[in-house]
């Protein structure tokens, strides 16, 4: 679904209108003890909780690593599409995404590292390359938000069985 924004410009004195696109919801709800679940879009459920505090057995994700993992998840869905659609094959791959945080609070990451490993015998370097990039420079939404407040470095490694 699509929505037209109309506003007003006071700065131009003209008109402007802006598309918004579809949007996402979660709710997050407290559960105690340091601990919160929220659901997603998907119906899912997922288990969040301050690591540095006293859980005890409480399993979960921090937060800030769930980012990185967002990361990890949107370009590989990217990479995954478009290997496919150029009929490359790899017999293994997998994103390892290291976030470095500023000292100060409110701490966020400033600088992430995305390594893309790709494992396989007759690896199509150039299509994989491509794929990769295509992720990183115009598919990945997630890619775009950490650019707005880190500086990411991205490498590829070809891993040949």
């Known amino acids: 679904m699509v929505f037209i924004l109309n506003l007003f410009d006071r700065k131009h004195k003209k008109q402007k209108f802006i598309e918004i696109m579809a949007t996402n919801k979660v709710t997050t709800h407290w559960k105690k003890n340091m601990q919160f679940e929220s659901d997603n879009p998907s119906g899912h459920t997922l288990t969040m909780y301050d690591a540095s505090a ?48 500023t000292e100060e609070h409110p701490k966020f990451y400033h600088k992430v590292t995305v390594d893309y490993h790709f494992y396989g015998t007759s690896l199509d370097e150039k299509k994989i390359t491509k794929a990769v990039n295509l992720s990183i420079d115009k598919y990945c939404g997630v890619m775009e938000m950490f650019r707005q407040f880190a500086t990411i470095t991205t490498a590829i490694h070809l891993h040949d069985n």
């Open 54 to 101: 006293d859980n005890g057995n409480l399993k979960g994700f921090g937060p800030k690593a769930l980012m990185l993992s967002s990361l990890a998840g949107c370009s590989g869905l990217d990479v995954d599409s478009l290997l496919t659609k150029m009929r490359a094959e790899i017999d293994d791959f997998n994103i390892v995404v290291t976030g470095v945080l």
